[in-house]
């Protein structure tokens, strides 16, 4: 059985798609922080939506990768988890 990470890694390999991939990843960080700070609250897209002031659809479709979140939006968002949000400008690492 080829596991996802096995797959992922084969991937990897061809140029275009590990510098694609590499490209998303900021995206996908916020999304995956966002999706497990919701759920370490226990809170749901709807009750974060009354927390913010951000229509459900658009929680899900941050979420979902679907939408791209405005600086605002991550303010509120942020404000809505009650944490603050910080923005990292970081050394690249050497491939």
């Known amino acids: 059985m080829i596991t996802f990470r096995d797959s992922l890694n084969k991937r990897l390999q061809d140029e275009h798609f590990r510098k694609e991939y590499e490209a998303i990843q900021p ?6 922080t966002l999706v497990r700070i919701r759920k370490e609250q226990c809170l749901t ?13 658009d929680i899900s479709r941050l979420e979902n990768g679907s939408r791209n979140p405005t600086l605002n939006m991550l303010k509120k968002l942020a404000d809505g988890l009650g944490m603050s949000l910080r923005l990292e400008f970081v050394p690249k690492q050497p491939v």
Do not use: K, N
Request: negative net charge; charged residues 30%; hydrophobic residues 35%.
């Open 27 to 32: 995206d996908m960080d916020i999304i995956r």
């Open 45 to 57: 897209q709807q009750e974060l939506a009354a927390r913010t002031g951000i229509d459900q659809g």
